[in-house]
């Protein structure tokens, strides 16, 4: 399970194209939303991905003067590089805010190292994320329910027991070996 911050910061990853339809501008509005609110509070976003407005939206908060909040962006990553980031760095919460969006290996990803997931009620993100191991946000959220949402993480208590569930909803529904094995059985029993 990913380690969780320890040292005062809230860090905040996600993981997507830098395309219009990730609204990745509605994401950064959410993070400088909850470093207004919180201004004791010091907080990161990581983004990994790349894609046509990586630059801009990189530009974009690079502009930001706030004390207590610190945008990082990683560019694209290989699979196994997401991971090893996972597993090697503080992460509290992975947020989505996507307009649509499909089965999410991104999420899976994340989930797999017991990073609660924040992440909009569109598509099919409800078969990933529940209110128990993350928070669905309606499909058109404002910065300040982004931010109210990463706010209930804070609580250290419900953080660790969102990070259980979460890993836990991957390993019984998104495991590949394990999936790929149950398959191959029921295979096996057809024939």
Request: proline share 5%; hydrophobic share 40%; charged share 25%.
């Amino acid at each position: 399970i990913a380690p969780y911050s320890k040292d005062g910061s809230f860090r905040i990853v996600s993981c997507s194209f830098a395309v219009p339809v990730k609204r990745l501008y509605l994401l950064l509005e959410g993070v400088v939303c909850a470093a207004q609110l919180k201004p004791t509070k010091k907080f990161e976003w990581h983004h990994i991905g790349d894609g046509v407005l990586f630059e801009d939206i990189k530009n974009q908060a690079a502009k930001l003067t706030l004390p207590n909040l610190r945008c990082y962006f990683h560019g694209s990553l290989s699979n196994e590089a997401v991971l090893a980031f996972y597993k090697n760095n503080p992460v509290d919460v992975f947020i989505n805010v996507s307009q649509s969006e499909g089965i999410s290996v991104a999420m899976m990803e994340a989930q797999s190292c017991g990073i609660p997931i924040i992440a909009t009620k569109v598509g099919g993100t409800p078969e990933i994320v529940s209110d128990s191991n993350g928070i669905l946000l309606e499909s058109n959220p404002t910065p300040e329910a982004i931010a109210d949402a990463s706010f209930q993480l804070l609580d250290n208590e419900l953080l660790l027991e969102k990070k259980e569930l979460s890993q836990k909803m991957w390993q019984d529904r998104f495991n590949a070996e394990r999936n790929f094995r149950d398959f191959a059985e029921k295979l096996r029993l057809v024939v």
